[in-house]
């Protein structure tokens, strides 16, 4: 959320804000911006040079680079600095600039007066349409990265600059003022510092208390507009100023609106820091993760799909085995009507996930796929149901459809019949893939069991070669889905098949809870007890 607000300026004649060079590509905007950033290196890849070439890509821009200074750091601090001769950081400058059109520069560490002095000439030689200076002088780990006496030479810096980015320290250090304790002494001093050196500056309240992040972008002449966002609970903030500000210079050239690049960075910045922990990066204050949009959208590589929902369906992995019905019929204790009863719903479940292979087949991409799910169709009807009446011959039932059964069935056919191939592979897997682990269980137990088993003949069904080797192919057969698939597609692909593992445990547990339920409503009045 954003407001507005307006405020005189605080010099009678405040310096003229910088403009674009003339004939620039900034008005018109730049797809793929060439962007330099002229910073330090940080070999823990959390900040500095590494932060800024991510998030410059990250927001689809061409990143380059020419280093400042060299420093041993990590997510817990700066143990050195080194700068290099500054003639070699102008031979830099003046290689890219004499080859390359560029469209925005982010500035950070820059150490010295002299490495500011160069950066300053080059600046007012090449006159990019964009510029963003980010004021390291102070990372988040509290290691100082500026000599005082660097302070001026930044000021000077400010005049080639459109916009600076710096956090509450660096703002206090800039204008020579203690440091601000809430957001209203924040935006007074950006006010300052603005007025005074014709710049734009974004004021950050990250380092602010609060439940809610506060940032201000502050216009030489008063303008404010102001920008909300939660707060993010999370120790990995390392690199945060160094990317906001790359970004925002990548989107400014772009789309040539301050106020609209700083609400599209911010807002990837939120989400870089609520992922942040998904990348587990040293001990300290962990790097925000740059890619999280490009990663959550990447298409799988291999087998990556299908590992990834075997580990999310751990919990019904486990829910299975702990089912009585489970360990009874390992232990061969199970009564033969929870047995029949299952055998039943199996019958009437088969039938209908029959048809869904079936429809799996008509929507395969492929001539293979669509022998294979045609294959496993027939097998269900030819095979499995016949195997399903030789044994229900001897364990009668009654045959009518279960709610488990019926609800089962209704996912399957509702995905079918509406959602896209890799979600009607992904919603039949279960059934294959479960139902293999079960019976690779059950078959081991089996064979370990002493004497005359009571459903041995059924135990041994699950050794089958064949089937196994169909559930290897299915699996495949989703990754490929999953690959070829948008990120969109891959996530009804996951609920599919969550659904579908769900209804596993519960198919698995159905005649317990059947017989449970019946036994309970045929019990007489005081026989439940207390």
Sequence with gaps: METLLSAPPLLDSPPRAREASPGSRQQRGVSHPRVLSIAGSDPSGGAGIQADIKAISAHGGYAMAALTALTAQNTTGVHSVHVPPVAFLAEQLEAISADIDIDAVKIGMLGTAEVMTVVGDWLARTRPPVVVLDPVMVATSGDELMAPAARQGLLRLLESTHLVTPNILELAVLLGQPQA???????????QLAAAHGVAVLVKGGHLPGEECLDALVQHDGTVEVFTAPRVDTPNTHGTGCSLSAAVATLQAQKGDWAVSVRHAKSWLSVALETA?????GEGAGPINHFHALWDSAAPTLDAFSQQLWQE???QREAIFGLDFIKELA????????????LAQDALYLSTYSRVLARASALAPTEVEQKFWAGSAQNCLEVELALHRDWLSHYPTDMRQGPVTKHYVDHLQGVAFSG??????AAVLPCYWLYAEVGRVLHQDYLSFSGEHPYGTWLATYADDDFAQATETAVAI????????SAREREGMRAAFAHSAQYEVDFFAAPHSFFDGWAAKSAPIGALGD
């Design 331 to 342: 232990a061969g204790t199970l009564h033969s009507d929870h047995f029949a009863y299952y």
């Design 420 to 425: 896209s191939y890799g979600e009607v592979v």
């Design 277 to 281: 922990h998904e990348l587990n990066v």
């Design 181 to 191: 304790k809430n957001f209203d002494e924040a935006l007074r001093q950006g006010l």
């Design 478 to 485: 989703m990754d490929a889905a999953a690959r070829r698939g």
């Design 313 to 315: 369906c751990e919990v």
